[in-house]
């Protein structure tokens, strides 16, 4: 087996202590949130785990990525070394519409959000050619509704490879 870029030890020490850092990882809350999950550990062995006094155990990983709400925060790190990225997916509810419908929904979806950013560009906006605060968060907004387009796509396309 291949040697990874970075050892695992030495990640998930620097992980757990950026998750602390951005408040993200409040040791006693994920003590107490683990132990609604029926999984019991010490809190003196969780800060032992951000200290690198122990390694965080492997199967815990998805549950931080639970716990702390930001899966990229968790693994990102990990696998950006060896030239992979994380992107959250959101879960989108199923509508009635058929994968052509959908297909239509994403082209307009994203000529709604180049429409955005084209404003956002323009020199008469708010910022100019800069894009402001509100401009990002309403191209945040339109980039979110294509994702979800394209998560309805994928999962229908998943639904009609699947054996029945």
Do not use: N
């Amino acid at each position: 087996m291949g040697k990874t870029r970075r050892a695992y030890g030495t990640w998930s020490q620097s992980m757990l202590r950026d998750l602390r850092d951005r408040g993200r990882l409040k040791v006693s809350a994920l003590v107490a949130w683990l132990a609604g999950r029926d999984v019991h550990v010490d809190r003196t062995l969780v800060s032992h785990w951000t200290t690198g006094a122990t390694h965080l155990p492997a199967d815990l990983l998805p549950l931080l990525a639970e716990f702390c709400g930001h899966p990229h925060e968790v693994f990102g790190p990990y696998v950006r070394a060896v030239d992979c990225e994380l992107v959250d997916v959101p879960a989108s509810p199923a509508g009635g519409e058929d994968l052509v419908d959908l297909l239509l929904g994403a082209g307009a979806s994203l000529g709604r959000l180049q429409q955005a950013l084209h404003d956002a560009r323009a020199p008469e906006s708010p910022g100019g050619v800069a894009v402001t605060e509100e401009e990002r968060a309403a191209l945040r907004l339109r980039l979110d509704e294509l994702i979800h387009v394209l998560a309805d796509i994928r999962a229908r396309l998943r639904a009609a490879e699947a054996p029945e």
